[in-house]
């Protein structure tokens, strides 16, 4: 199950309570207090960490707590801290204080962590209330709560290039042609549900992450289909790759196609829409005279990049061309 939203609510530990004691010892006819101060609560802290793709731990548990502050004990001995507790989440996780919508942190590397609740401080035992006018205090402070807040976590997959298109466009088996990843394909429309992330190895130790966005339909920017839901996925990626159908089943024209998900990306996002995009003409073995891929290349004005991601034609030299135009974004090289 993929889950890239949750709420829930975090809590530090609560300081443990200051002694009240006093020194007893045979031949110490006034040993005075020895009360020793309590812990301090444990903090709660979020970490991006590798091997997580989803939220789906927090699906069905909505409070975590962190250890409280043991009480302090005679002979001025302390009390324990509490254990801290640290949240592992995957990269790209946004923390919101779901109060106060204020943006807490965008965890979006690897190794990041960020304290979220500080831990109540401990209190203090009766000999920290000693005095020269008063040498038995029977004074003692009771621990702090720790710090709790409602917090919205939102994830947002990190990937280098963002597949988008109408469904049945042939993004699932591109992506498959391209990586490890096995999304389910099948002949209907809708048939992924849910992002996928897919590593694409090339020689020298060449790679990138492609992700899958479930297909779009017009009006998913109003949250139509199942577009809207997923659009956020690919806020993060440096280059779209632009999947359109040659041969609709519907009989429309791969051009107007093309327009229309140009125009919920817009609708969606103007920043997403500014995106260097990658035209990849899909389904090159049902166009056996190329006219189609003709009639687009000439309708959009632009190059278009010819494959069929059955049969596997043109899948090298695309994955090639992805790879040099993300290196590029990324480490441009200056003249």
Request: charged share 25%; hydrophobic share 35%.
């Amino acid at each position: 199950m993929f889950v890239d939203e949750a709420e829930i609510q975090v809590k530090a530990g609560r300081g443990g309570d200051g002694c009240m004691s006093f020194r007893r010892e045979k031949s110490v006819p006034r040993g005075g207090p020895d009360g020793g101060d309590g812990g301090r609560g444990g903090d709660v802290y979020f970490e991006a960490v590798a091997n997580l793709d989803t939220l789906t731990d927090f699906a069905g548990r909505h409070h975590w707590r962190a250890g409280d502050g043991k009480p302090g004990q005679g002979a001025n001995k302390h009390g324990a801290d509490g254990q801290d507790l640290t949240i592992p989440v995957p990269p790209g996780t946004i923390i919101y204080d779901a109060d106060y919508g204020i943006l807490l942190k965008d965890l979006s590397e690897i190794g990041i962590k960020v304290r979220v609740c500080r831990g109540g401080r401990g209190g203090h035992g009766n000999k920290a209330f000693a005095t020269a006018i008063n040498q038995t205090p029977r004074a003692t402070e009771p621990g702090k709560e720790g710090q709790m807040r409602n917090l919205r976590l939102e994830l947002k997959l990190i990937a280098d290039v963002g597949l988008v298109g109408l469904p049945n466009a042939g993004k699932s088996t591109l992506i498959s042609r391209c990586s490890a990843a096995r999304p389910k394909i099948a002949a209907y429309p809708f048939t992924t549900l849910e992002p996928v992330l897919g590593i694409v190895e090339l020689t020298n130790y060449r790679r990138f992450v492609m992700a899958d966005i479930p297909g779009l339909i017009e009006g998913a920017h109003q949250g139509a289909g199942l577009g809207f839901e997923f659009l956020r996925h690919i806020e993060r990626t440096v280059l779209i790759a632009h999947v359109v159908d040659l041969a609709p089943t519907d009989g429309s024209e791969p051009v107007a196609n093309y327009h229309r998900i140009r125009n919920e990306l817009r609708q969606y996002s103007q920043a997403l829409a500014d995106k260097p995009e990658v035209i990849v003409a899909n389904k090159t073995d049902l166009d056996g005279d190329g006219r189609r891929l003709r009639e687009l290349a000439e309708g959009l004005g632009r190059p278009v990049h010819a494959i069929s991601a059955v049969t596997g034609r043109g899948i090298r030299p695309l994955a090639e061309q992805l790879w040099g135009q993300v290196r590029q974004i990324k480490d441009p090289v200056e003249p």
